[in-house]
């Protein structure tokens, strides 16, 4: 029982990354209606800035913790939410007019250059935090000699998920710009010709996506401590297969995905075999796809004929 | 008609509205790179060192900032300014390279190479844009990717016979001059084009984008390791076996997803690769896990191994023929091998075209609607492409099995996968012959290319992103129609 | 004016009957109980106002819509029964043999037109090339299939007057041609019912006339029903020998054209009651039938 809650907070943590992740494929494939396969290495790139930022800070002696998590936050954020609208502007932009197939290479290319690009300036090398920011932990209870733990960093990760999700909830629901997406999603000819500025929309659709991202890519940094220039690849998938099973297009579907996900990799891992936890994401993309293609909370696709 | 309008704000912008650009483009160029190109990290065990680039980075924004501003002017509308500034911003890049090479250090010729990479980018964009306007830049230039693509296809019906005469008498040459690296190169490159040609009817003809390609590959490799090692069998006898387990895996996973829209395939697919990877590496007992399998047989010609000394029993090639021993025999049968494998893949896929499931193919991938409704069974036709472009990947896994001897889980990541779907792509989805050409350029491209990986696969990814921004259909596509009704017009 | 003519038999047999077709999506009801008849060597017209259904119709009969309610039932004349709302989508063109055409053009731009037509006859040949096996090593079968399959899109390239196109690319051809191409494809089928929606549109007068003497011939020649959805009054009264006319997705009037052109019913919902503040269903209604709901 003990293991169990413990596997259980694991667990959530993992699918708060999942979740965030996940936003910014369900909102892209929302409008575009494409898969934005880079998006895994736009969380990478904000791992990377984090770490970055987090040693610029210790370099000028800012090392007071919640001042520097807010600024490695926004810091990250900013810079990430710019590399996404980059990938847009150069790589997909060009291709909405195009057939399906093109923006799809184009975004599998964009990702192969994304990896590259960190792995050269940056190294092959794993990058580690060293220094924990947050460190020490809430006993919960204790049973069979087994502790069930909450870490701080835990309850940051996840409250900090929570606040994030409400605000955007919001942003999307009560803004002008939610409207002009939602908007876009249902008809981008109209949108247009009702004054609807539908490239702006859909960059600022990449620009939040990969903000999201960024605070997962950090939030992975502070929770793992070392971060790559592959993670992007298999945090991606997963995070995709997070939006898919949840319903893509979905907002609370892909958080809810992410959740799933997160906590189907956990105890898989806990309980079966930690080698093959890799493999139950994937199997969990394959079955929701053939057993349920709308996902969880999604819409059913009527197809146009 | 949008295009046409920017294209005229374009040609009609004053000096400060260019400069203006300039100075976005290069600020947000500056702001992409502090943070990862601004700043680096070194660890020693567990302490990170920050260190900082600045100089290059301004330097690589500053060749940025000046290669925007000769484009703009090079985009203008007035002929005379257009030559003037082009010729003094060159002169002004050539000033700004000298004048700085001197003061940033630059260890591994980065800097060099990407100041080389803008100058030539400018003056291809600059000489292209200086000829035609902007608005019809793009029709002009999906025209002329095609009728470079119809003057390669012209030209295939000489060159194919010419390549496959060279491709045969190559192995003599090499031996001629003992150069066994040449050989070796020869194998790699046809195995990537067996490679290419069997992604080619997946992606190419049916339109279906399979990013696992490579788990085909592993099946094939994989299944002819543990024949040759579990069961002693051949290469010739698992050949067939190989190709129809990797076609029956084609199924396994197609038969699910197939129904579903073409993105959710790519990533299922992708999945897919990762997951035959993860098993082999964890399946100790049949795949030998990380270590992977060694000790694969090696081919023989007719029951004769190439080898110094044969086994007790055996006459070894260079015996029966009563010629000196030399390791360079088994490379060129190896080589006549694959050789005769990719030409079988080739032959098979111009020869299907010309069936009903070939042009059902292509009627999928222009438009799966209408096929419906036409009473075609989308997920069988798409079924049979996929297995058929796996039993190729499977006959290219085993071949490649036999001819390392020792094949581990390491050699089939998703890397490879994305380098067989660049040649696709880059050589122009459907193009028989662009599959050729594009395995030359990058696999038997320049040994520097080679050499530096991670600079490769930027490569592979910015010309992936470039090729589908100018020509979405892949650089040489062309199609040539399956049948015609009246004969082809003698003009051409 | 010449008087429509008129259809080789009117006692000739009913090749399609539709009961209680209802068509929901979500809580939005795109069809509500429509039943009517088509009979073979008819040209049935299914006319209405934008977002009446029409298409939505269209969609069920060749099985891209599961319908919620209802029965479809195609009896060729040479016997048997389909029960088109059991079907996957694609074996209803291949064993009913129901054809159809779209409103927004669906042909295979970047295949020469000549292989449009050939892809139609793709299950024919299929069986000719021996599933593939025979065809790959150039069994005389096949080439014989492909030489007939040639002829057959001749005839009817020759009937449209495009044979000296039939190498160029579907998607070259001007918009009039692409419009014939895709109904000859679909009648490369050999169909038994062709479905065209909206086959006049954005045709010149000029080609308009062409397209009726094309239907007219091939109700005539090829002694099959032809289903049709169409705007274009002056298309529909001259040639249609049925008309049945939907608004909001209820059948109200059926008859021929002059019945149907006299019924009170239809003049209101083509011309409009009074009180025109019903506009938002019709918005709706239009919406489920492009399938947003």
């Avoid at chain 2, 007035?78 to 700085?100: H, K, N, Q, T, Y």
């Avoid at chain 3, 010449?2 to 009961?19: C, F, I, K, N």
């Amino acid at each position: 029982m003990a293991y169990f809650l413990q596997q259980l907070i694991n667990g959530v943590v993992l699918g708060s990354i999942f979740g965030l992740i996940a936003i910014g494929y369900t909102m892209v494939y929302g409008i575009i209606g494409m898969v934005n396969f880079a998006h895994g290495d736009i969380f990478m790139i904000g791992g990377f800035v984090t770490i970055i930022t987090f040693l610029v800070l210790g370099a000028i002696g800012l090392t007071w913790a919640p001042l520097a998590l807010l600024l490695m936050l926004v810091i990250a954020m900013g810079f990430t939410a710019l590399h996404g609208w980059a990938v847009e502007r150069v790589a997909y932009r060009p291709l909405r007019t195009s057939n399906r197939l093109a923006p799809l290479i184009s975004a599998i290319g964009m990702s192969i250059f994304l990896q590259n690009y960190v792995q050269i300036i940056q190294g092959a090398r794993n990058k580690a935090l060293g220094t924990p920011l947050i460190s020490g932990s809430i006993q919960l209870m204790e049973r069979d000699g087994f502790a069930v733990q909450i870490t701080y960093m835990q309850i940051v990760i996840v409250v900090l998920t929570i606040v994030l999700m409400v605000g955007f909830t919001m942003l999307i629901s009560n803004t002008a710009l939610g409207r002009n997406q939602r908007a876009c999603e249902q008809d981008m000819r109209m949108a247009r010709l009702l004054g609807v500025d539908v490239d702006r929309t859909i960059s600022l659709t990449f620009v939040m996506g990969a903000a999201l991202a960024a605070v997962a890519g950090m939030v992975w940094l502070l929770y793992y401590g070392i971060i790559d220039f592959y993670v992007g690849f298999l945090a991606g998938i997963k995070a995709f297969s997070a939006a898919v099973l949840g319903g893509i297009g979905s907002l609370p579907g892909a958080m809810l995905g992410g959740l799933l996900i997160g906590l189907i990799e956990v105890f898989w891992s806990a309980y079966f075999s930690v080698e093959y936890k890799d493999v139950a994401a994937f199997a969990i993309l394959v079955l929701a796809l053939v057993f349920r293609p709308t996902g969880l909370l999604g819409k059913p696709e009527i197809e146009k004929v | 008609m949008v295009a046409a309008v920017e294209g005229a704000r374009k040609a009609t912008r004053t000096v400060p509205a260019m400069a203006k650009d300039a100075v976005i483009f290069a600020a947000v160029s500056l702001a992409l790179a502090i943070p990862l190109v601004g700043f680096y990290i070194t660890d020693q065990g567990s302490t990170n060192t920050l260190h900082t680039r600045f100089g290059p980075m301004f330097y690589g924004v500053g060749v940025l900032f000046l290669g925007k501003l000769a484009l703009s002017f090079a985009e203008s509308s007035e002929a005379i300014a257009r030559r003037i500034a082009l010729i003094g911003s060159a002169l002004a890049v050539l000033w700004f390279v000298i004048a700085v090479t001197g003061v940033v250090q630059d260890d591994n010729q980065v800097l060099g190479w990407f100041t080389w990479i803008v100058v030539v980018a400018v003056a291809v964009r600059g000489w292209v844009e200086s000829r035609r306007s902007g608005a019809a830049a793009r029709a002009i230039a999906t025209a002329e990717g095609t009728s470079l693509g119809a003057a390669v296809a012209r030209l295939g019906r000489f060159l194919g016979p010419l390549f496959i005469g060279i491709a045969l008498v190559a192995p003599f040459y090499a031996a001629a001059i003992d150069d066994k690296r040449l050989v070796d190169l020869g194998v790699l490159i046809f195995t990537y084009i067996m490679l290419g040609w069997g992604l080619n009817v997946v992606v190419g003809l049916a339109g279906l984008l399979d990013l696992g390609y490579v788990a085909f590959y592993a099946v094939g490799a994989y299944t002819y390791a543990v024949f040759s090692v579990k069961l002693g069998l051949n290469f010739w006898e698992t050949l067939p076996v190989a190709g129809a387990l990797a076609a029956s895996f084609g199924i396994l996973l197609g038969f699910p997803v197939l129904r579903l829209r073409g993105d959710y395939l790519a990533i299922v697919t992708l999945g897919f690769g990762e997951i035959i990877r993860i098993i082999l590496l964890n399946w100790a007992e049949l795949a030998g896990g990380a270590q992977g399998i060694g000790g694969i047989e090696r081919p023989s010609f007719f029951g004769m191994p190439f080898t110094a000394s044969p086994p007790e029993g055996t006459t070894s090639f260079n015996e029966f023929f009563n010629i000196e021993f030399s390791p360079m025999h088994r490379q060129i049968y190896l080589y006549y091998i694959i050789l005769l494998l990719a030409l079988l893949t080739n032959w098979f896929t111009l020869r299907i075209r010309k069936l009903p499931i070939g042009r059902a193919w292509e009627a999928l991938r222009e438009d799966e609607i209408a096929c419906r409704a036409l009473g075609i069974n989308p997920t069988n036709t798409k079924l049979t492409a996929f297995a058929i472009g796996a039993m190729f990947g499977g006959f290219a896994g085993s071949f490649f099995a036999t001819r390392q001897g020792f094949i581990s889980p390491e050699s089939f990541n998703f890397l490879e996968s994305a380098i067989i779907l660049a040649i696709v792509v880059l050589g122009g989805m459907g193009s028989q012959i662009g599959v050729v050409i594009a395995t030359i350029v990058l696999i038997g491209g320049p040994e520097w290319f080679r050499d530096l990986a991670a600079y490769r696969m930027l490569a592979f990814g910015g010309l992936m992103v470039l090729i589908m921004i100018w020509r979405p259909e892949g650089l040489l596509a062309h199609r040539e129609p399956t049948i015609r009704m009246h004969s082809q017009k003698r003009s051409a | 004016m010449a008087d429509p003519p008129p259809a080789a038999g009117a006692s000739s047999p009913t090749l399609l009957t539709v009961e209680h077709l209802t068509m929901r999506f979500g809580g939005l009801v795109a069809i509500d109980d429509v039943s009517f008849e088509a009979r073979n060597q008819h040209i049935t017209a299914i006319i209405g106002p934008n977002g009446a259904g029409k298409t939505t119709v269209f969609n069920c009969l060749t099985g891209f819509y599961k319908p919620t309610v209802g029965r479809l039932t195609l009896r060729p004349p040479a016997g048997g029964e389909f029960l088109l709302e059991q079907m996957e989508g694609f074996r209803i063109g291949q064993h009913a043999r129901v054809a159809r055409t779209f409103q927004n053009i669906r042909l295979f731009p970047k295949m020469s037109v000549l292989e449009n037509l050939v892809v139609a006859q793709h299950n024919k040949l299929m069986r000719a090339s021996g599933f593939t096996v025979t065809g790959l090593v150039g069994a005389r079968g096949y080439r014989d299939a492909e030489r007939r399959a040639v002829e057959l899109a001749r005839y009817w390239l020759d009937r449209i007057g495009l044979t000296d196109r039939a190498d160029d690319n579907a998607g070259n051809l001007p918009y009039g041609a692409q419009r014939r191409l895709e109904i000859i494809r679909a009648m490369c089928t050999e169909p038994r019912l062709l479905c065209l929606d909206e086959p006049a549109a954005g045709l010149n007068p000029r080609e308009s006339a062409e397209l009726n003497e094309l239907l007219l011939f091939i109700r005539d020649e090829q002694k099959i029903g032809v289903l049709l959805i169409e705007h274009d009054m002056s298309v529909v009264m001259k040639i249609s020998d049925h008309v049945v006319v939907l608004d909001y997705g209820r059948k109200i009037s059926d008859g021929t054209p002059a019945e149907v052109r006299n019924d009170p019913a239809v003049i209101r919902a083509y011309l409009g009651e009074a009180e025109t503040d019903e506009l938002p269903p019709e918005v709706a209604a239009d919406l489920a039938e492009e399938g947003r709901i």
